[in-house]
T-cell receptor, first 113, second 113 residues
């Protein structure tokens, strides 16, 4: 049973548009929610992360929105660029246990020029 | 670049053979993690070390798998009697401690013939 459910599986966005990727979880013990970006042949790279005590975190063009009551969080990429084309993974970690992350199944983003 | 280093990048072997992968974490990081990633999926946690101690193992880590981290520096992951289902990308990550982000290497892609 997947602990973190991610959608959509793939996403096509025009250059300059907004890319939105959603994740949902059930385990209320999760305390840390990072997003990773992965290019082909490379390992995942940390993009941005949030803790449940805030509802939004913004870093440059990337924003995480967090809805604790709905147990959902999303990644918004503003002004999407072709260089943003990659696979994005959301993840969650259990409170007081940063020993492992539970990853979503990934969203392949293609930003058209 | 002093990121997480994994070797080899690719390994092709026949079913039934043993394989060993190496991971060199970021030098000051005391935590080291192994994940497995199959095509189209997010990474799945395998095991975790704090310094030289292996503190957690996933049920995915069957008795054919063994991981070590002698002296708390580099780590090795060995798979004995490889099976077709072992074909995957094996990712290593390291972190400074609780609450610190995990930094991933570029992985070892294992192909079983």
């Amino acid at each position: 049973q997947q602990q973190v459910k991610q959608s959509p599986q793939s996403l096509i966005v025009q250059k300059g548009g907004i890319s939105i990727i959603n994740c949902a979880y059930e385990n209320t013990a999760f305390d840390y929610f990072p997003w990773y970006q992965q290019f082909p042949g490379k390992g995942p790279a940390l993009l941005i992360a949030i803790r449940p005590d805030v509802s939004e975190k913004k870093e440059g063009r990337f924003t995480i929105s967090f809805n604790k009551s709905a147990k959902q969080f999303s990644l918004h990429i503003m002004d999407s660029q072709p260089g943003d084309s990659a696979t994005y993974f959301c993840a969650a970690s259990i409170k007081n246990n940063f020993n492992k992350f539970y990853f979503g199944s990934g969203t392949k983003l293609n930003v058209k020029p | 670049d002093t990121g997480v280093s994994q070797d080899p990048r690719h390994k092709i072997t026949k079913r039934g053979q043993n394989v060993t992968f190496r991971c060199d974490p970021i030098s000051e990081h005391n935590r080291l993690y192994w994940y497995r990633q199959t095509l189209g999926q997010g990474p799945e946690f395998l095991t975790y070390f704090q310094n030289e101690a292996q503190l957690e193992k996933s049920r995915l880590l069957s008795d054919r798998f063994s991981a070590e981290r002698p002296k708390g520096s580099f780590s090795t992951l060995e798979i004995q009697r490889t099976e077709q289902g072992d074909s995957a990308m094996y990712l290593c990550a390291s972190s400074l401690g609780t609450g610190s982000p995990q930094h991933f290497g570029d992985g070892t892609r294992l192909s079983i013939l």
